[in-house]
T-cell receptor, first 113, second 112 residues
Framework: DQQVKQNSPSLSVQEGRISILNCDYT??????FLWYKKYPAEGPTFLIS???IKDKNEDGRFTVFLNKSAKHLSLHIVPSQPGDSAVYFC????????????WGLGTSLAVNP | GAGVSQSPRYKVAKRGQDVALRCDPI?????LFWYQQALGQGPEFLTY????????KSGLPSDRFFAERPEGSVSTLKIQRTQQEDSAVYLC??????????FGPGTRLTVL
């Protein structure tokens, strides 16, 4: 049973517009959430994280929103750039579980010029 | 500074062969994780080290998988008697605080 779900396998947006990637989780013990970007033949690159005590974290063009009651988080990229085209993974961890990351299946983002 | 490095980047093994995959973490990172990523899937946890101690090996799929980190730095993931289902990308990550994990490029293992 998937504890972290990314229900959209792919997303296509125009350059300059907003990209919104969504993630849902089921385990209420998760207290840290991370977004990674992955290019083909490379390892995941850490983008941004959020603690469960916050509802928003921002870093440049990237903002992550957390809705604990809905067990939902989203990554906003504004403005989107062609170089953002990659697979984006949502991951979660819990303090009592050695912080092992539990991953979604990823969303492939294509930003069109 | 240098990131996490892994070697080899690609490995082809015949079924039944033993393989060893190496991970060099970021200097000073006490935590080291191994993950396995099958095609089209997210990574899945294999094992976790804090310094030289293997604190969690609950994700290792069978006793053919073995990991070590004898001096608390470089780690090796060994797979004995490889099977076709072991074909995957093996990712290593290191962390200072366990929360934000930084990944190497991975080793793509293909078992024929």
């Amino acid at each position: 049973d998937q504890q972290v779900k990314q229900n959209s396998p792919s997303l296509s947006v125009q350059e300059g517009r907003i990209s919104i990637l969504n993630c849902d989780y089921t385990n209420s013990m998760f207290d840290y959430f991370l977004w990674y970007k992955k290019y083909p033949a490379e390892g995941p690159t850490f983008l941004i994280s959020i603690s469960s005590i916050k509802d928003k974290n921002e870093d440049g063009r990237f903002t992550v929103f957390l809705n604990k009651s809905a067990k939902h988080l989203s990554l906003h990229i504004v403005p989107s750039q062609p170089g953002d085209s990659a697979v984006y993974f949502c991951a979660a961890s819990a303090a009592g579980n050695n912080r092992k990351l539990i991953w979604g299946l990823g969303t492939s983002l294509a930003v069109n010029p | 500074g240098a990131g996490v490095s892994q070697s080899p980047r690609y490995k082809v093994a015949k079924r039944g062969q033993d393989v060893a995959l190496r991970c060099d973490p970021i200097s000073g990172h006490v935590s080291l994780f191994w993950y396995q990523q099958a095609l089209g899937q997210g990574p899945e946890f294999l094992t976790y080290f804090q310094n030289e101690a293997q604190l969690d090996k609950s994700g290792l799929p069978s006793d053919r998988f073995f990991a070590e980190r004898p001096e608390g730095s470089v780690s090796t993931l060994k797979i004995q008697r490889t099977q076709q289902e072991d074909s995957a990308v093996y990712l290593c990550a290191s962390s200072y605080d366990r929360i934000e994990q930084f990944f190497g490029p991975g080793t793509r293992l293909t078992v024929l």
